[in-house]
């Protein structure tokens, strides 16, 4: 892919703009947020060009925005933001993309890491018998017939009141599991029978159960509130998301759009921004099927819950009181949600698109959970599998400036084609283990594909974030273990 040598003008040390004269037709600029360093990483593909294609979507509002881990996606670049007014805007699947609500949660322990390390071997081994993991893996549950429509309207509720974990996990779930405005009638009957074998399971790709440790805490206080209590705490972090449900959704809405955009008279300088207007029957059928989506991949997180705790007790030998093991927070980083927020001083209701981006809300905000009121919603922003993952909380200035919204991730520098030529699956496995993280995968070439070279440095990619006062950083955590697809 060709190196990006569009306009860029420097606004601080973290931010950057593209100018609305560098194309015609675009509604508004482009914001990057990067420091020099990872700017330059970004520029070497077309991840930028697609942030200026984003600012031609009709109805989009501020900045079409770029987080520090933007990479080239389907339509917006992933780490791509945008707001779009709901009076006379659109909807595009493309800001969302194939994994709907791909995301991730992490539950805090009561054990540290001595603790854990004599049993390191039988953990992950439970761990990987008991999470159904890789490409097409069938998981544990079995669907009555029609009882996946259950599954959609009601997400982690559903799974909760089956018994897959505990009430108090919806609490500190984003939308609290459960979002509103579903259809299950919207989502296709291929959608469906993809997604009836597939709950409870991991997959694949970048997807990965983590067992880590906190290794740094930059805020006491705040850290105390999510119950992290010191150094060498063990956590566990589950990243999954929709599965082939939330994909189909995304291709059967994506040829809705293609049609709708001509009916709408819409012209976009990138098809695979496909949209139509959020008050359209199109952009309401496809909302709705998203949320279906978005519930499934909170229920499917919610089932990994329970195994991961049941796992996890059996190979310490610890209770489940012992243990702890409570769900500190659950984030979507691919959805879109129609928010209030202001608007040249109006409020005004916006469908915000995240795409590889984390919701960031500060303290005091409806949508935080009451226990979080005052520290401001956990953001969790996974590294790769060799390197650190970090919590981090949403601040003000992210909600005046980019809709309420962060990073989610280190971001690709390598595509997966690029990872393999450079090493083989035993290669990276060894390299782990000699650093002291056990890994079971399913696939060695899978883990070639999710080398740390592959990706950014998360380290500098939330530094960005927590220096551009998007989010702060709370604590650190750094692998022992990891369950890969």
């Given at each position: 892919?060709?190196r990006?040598?569009?306009?860029?003008?420097?606004?601080?040390?973290y931010?950057?703009?593209?100018p609305?004269?560098?194309?015609?037709?675009?509604?508004?600029?482009?914001?990057i947020?990067?420091?020099?360093?990872?700017?330059?990483?970004?520029?070497?593909?077309?991840?930028?060009?697609?942030?200026?294609n984003?600012?031609?979507l009709?109805?989009?509002?501020?900045?079409?925005?770029?987080?520090?881990?933007?990479?080239?996606?389907?339509?917006?670049?992933i780490?791509?933001?945008a707001?779009?007014?709901?009076?006379?805007?659109?909807?595009?699947?493309?800001?969302?993309?194939?994994?709907?609500?791909c995301?991730?949660?992490?539950?805090?322990?009561?054990?540290?890491e001595?603790?854990?390390?004599?049993?390191?071997?039988?953990?992950?081994?439970?761990l990987?018998?008991?999470?159904?993991?890789?490409?097409?893996?069938?998981?544990?549950?079995?669907?009555?017939?029609?009882?996946?429509?259950?599954?959609?309207?009601?997400?982690?509720?559903?799974a909760?009141e089956?018994?897959?974990?505990?009430?108090?996990?919806?609490?500190?779930?984003?939308?609290?599991?459960?979002m509103?405005?579903?259809?299950?009638?919207?989502?296709?009957?291929?959608?469906?029978?993809?997604?009836?074998?597939?709950?409870?399971?991991?997959g694949?790709?970048?997807?990965?159960?983590?067992?880590?440790?906190v290794?740094?805490?930059?805020?006491?206080?705040?850290?105390?509130?999510?119950?992290?209590?010191?150094?060498?705490?063990?956590?566990?972090?589950?990243?999954?998301?929709?599965?082939?449900?939330?994909?189909?959704?995304?291709d059967?809405y994506?040829?809705?759009?293609?049609?709708?955009?001509?009916?709408?008279?819409?012209?976009?300088?990138?098809?695979?921004?496909?949209?139509?207007?959020?008050?359209?029957?199109?952009?309401?059928?496809?909302?709705?099927?998203?949320?279906?989506?978005?519930n499934?991949?909170?229920?499917?997180?919610?089932?990994?819950?329970?195994?991961?705790?049941?796992?996890?007790?059996?190979?310490?030998?610890?209770?489940?009181?012992e243990?702890?093991?409570?769900?500190?927070?659950?984030?979507?980083?691919?959805?879109?949600?129609?928010?209030?927020?202001?608007?040249?001083?109006?409020?005004?209701?916006?469908?915000?698109?995240?795409?590889?981006?984390?919701?960031?809300?500060?303290?005091?905000?409806?949508?935080?959970?009451?226990?979080?009121?005052k520290?401001?919603?956990?953001?969790?922003?996974?590294?790769d599998?060799?390197?650190?993952?970090?919590?981090?909380v949403?601040?003000e200035r992210?909600?005046?400036?980019?809709?309420?919204?962060?990073?989610?991730?280190?971001?690709?520098?390598?595509?997966?084609?690029?990872?393999?030529?450079?090493?083989?699956?035993?290669?990276?496995?060894?390299?782990?283990?000699?650093?002291?993280?056990?890994?079971?995968?399913?696939?060695?070439?899978?883990?070639?594909?999710?080398?740390?070279?592959?990706?950014?440095?998360?380290?500098s990619?939330?530094?960005v974030?927590?220096?551009?006062?998007?989010?702060k950083?709370?604590?650190?955590?750094?692998?022992?273990?990891?369950?890969?697809?």
């Amino acid at each position: 892919m060709t190196r990006w040598n569009g306009p860029i003008e420097k606004v601080d040390d973290y931010r950057w703009m593209i100018p609305k004269s560098y194309k015609s037709g675009m509604r508004v600029p482009g914001l990057i947020y990067a420091d020099k360093d990872l700017l330059e990483d970004i520029r070497e593909e077309q991840g930028l060009e697609q942030v200026v294609n984003v600012s031609f979507l009709p109805g989009i509002v501020g900045y079409s925005m770029a987080m520090p881990d933007i990479h080239w996606g389907y339509g917006f670049a992933i780490g791509g933001v945008a707001a779009m007014r709901v009076s006379d805007g659109v909807v595009s699947p493309g800001g969302v993309g194939f994994d709907i609500n791909c995301g991730v949660r992490i539950l805090r322990t009561n054990l540290k890491e001595e603790d854990v390390k004599p049993k390191k071997k039988e953990l992950m081994d439970a761990l990987y018998r008991n999470v159904p993991s890789g490409v097409g893996s069938e998981g544990k549950i079995k669907l009555r017939a029609g009882e996946i429509d259950k599954v959609l309207a009601q997400g982690s509720r559903w799974a909760v009141e089956k018994g897959f974990g505990r009430p108090e996990d919806l609490e500190t779930t984003e939308e609290k599991g459960e979002m509103s405005g579903t259809d299950p009638s919207k989502v296709s009957s291929r959608a469906k029978e993809r997604g009836t074998p597939q709950l409870g399971t991991l997959g694949s790709g970048n997807h990965f159960l983590e067992v880590a440790v906190v290794d740094e805490i930059h805020e006491p206080e705040i850290a105390r509130v999510m119950g992290i209590d010191g150094l060498g705490q063990v956590m566990l972090l589950i990243h999954c998301g929709s599965r082939g449900l939330g994909h189909q959704v995304a291709d059967d809405y994506i040829k809705v759009m293609v049609r709708a955009m001509q009916e709408y008279g819409i012209e976009l300088p990138d098809r695979q921004l496909a949209c139509s207007p959020v008050k359209s029957p199109q952009g309401q059928a496809y909302l709705a099927a998203m949320r279906c989506a978005a519930n499934y991949a909170w229920a499917n997180r919610q089932c990994i819950t329970h195994w991961v705790r049941e796992s996890f007790c059996t190979a310490v030998g610890k209770c489940e009181e012992e243990a702890g093991l409570e769900l500190i927070y659950d984030v979507a980083h691919n959805i879109a949600k129609l928010e209030e927020h202001e608007v040249e001083g109006e409020k005004r209701t916006l469908c915000v698109h995240r795409k590889g981006a984390t919701r960031a809300f500060p303290a005091g905000q409806r949508d935080v959970p009451q226990k979080y009121a005052k520290i401001g919603q956990p953001v969790l922003i996974p590294g790769d599998m060799g390197r650190f993952s970090y919590i981090l909380v949403g601040t003000e200035r992210a909600m005046k400036e980019t809709w309420g919204s962060t990073c989610h991730g280190a971001g690709r520098l390598k595509s997966r084609a690029a990872a393999k030529k450079m090493v083989s699956g035993r290669d990276v496995l060894n390299a782990l283990e000699a650093r002291g993280i056990m890994v079971r995968a399913g696939s060695m070439s899978g883990l070639a594909e999710e080398v740390s070279e592959a990706y950014k440095d998360v380290t500098s990619v939330v530094r960005v974030a927590h220096n551009a006062g998007i989010s702060k950083i709370v604590a650190r955590t750094r692998p022992i273990g990891v369950v890969k697809g």
